[in-house]
């Protein structure tokens, strides 16, 4: 799903079923860490914190960069997105191996990254726009011209066909949380049925 569809609150709803789960997001991060002295390179030293701890990349600062500029939101991609596929792959390896029958990817860019490979279902969250950039405000504390920024990145972000060819099921999201627990409950059923 895309920005603040609900892939979060997915992603608990499966992990209260004992389903483990890899947010992409939060690997995001840690690639920033990864690649911190390129990304400092290709970026400049605006986007990195200096602290007695140590170095970090100011991720807001580097938002407003990548948000505002397609042509630097793909040189970032260029930079984080190999760390992060094979982290992904890494984490699912593992949680197979330590005995977990489905494990979760949580993930808005999915098909960009090529995740979907690793994949033998996709849960397709929606939410309505609206609903999308009143949780990006509230969630992210960032102002509303920075929530369109991110949601307009992923306008062409939508479910399709995978060279796998896996079953994609949409859910909605835009009732509250309890009808997105009874349509996720749904599909878990669904894609237990056909194990």
């Not at 799903?1 to 892939?7: D, E, F, L, N, R």
């Not at 709803?13 to 483990?20: D, N």
């Not at 690639?31 to 914190?49: H, K, P, Q, R, Y």
């Not at 309890?178 to 996720?184: G, N, Q, T």
Request: charged share 30%; glycine share 4%; aromatic share 6%.
């Amino acid at each position: 799903g895309k920005y603040c569809s609900g892939k979060n609150s997915v992603a608990e709803i499966l992990e209260k079923r004992q389903i483990p789960s890899i947010d992409v997001d939060k690997l995001g991060h840690q690639a920033l860490t990864a690649n911190l002295n390129t990304i400092a390179e290709v970026f400049g030293d605006s986007v990195i914190e200096r602290k007695t701890e140590g170095d970090f990349v100011n991720r807001r600062a580097l938002g407003e960069i990548v948000f505002s500029d397609p042509s630097r939101l793909k040189e970032l991609e260029k930079i984080s997105h190999p760390w992060m596929k094979e982290e992904t792959a890494r984490l699912v390896d593992a949680h197979l191996d330590a005995g977990a029958s489905h494990v979760i990817i949580n993930a808005a860019i999915l098909y960009k990254m090529k995740l979907d490979s690793l994949c033998d279902c996709i849960i397709w969250v929606e939410a309505p726009f609206i609903n999308r950039v009143r949780r990006a405000v509230k969630r992210d504390s960032i102002s509303l011209v920075s929530a369109l920024k991110r949601i307009y990145t992923q306008r062409q972000v939508k479910p399709k066909p995978s060279e796998n060819s896996v079953d994609i099921y949409r859910v909605g999201n835009r009732a509250g949380i309890a009808y997105l627990e009874r349509r996720v409950v749904d599909v878990l059923k669904a894609i237990e049925q056909k194990d």
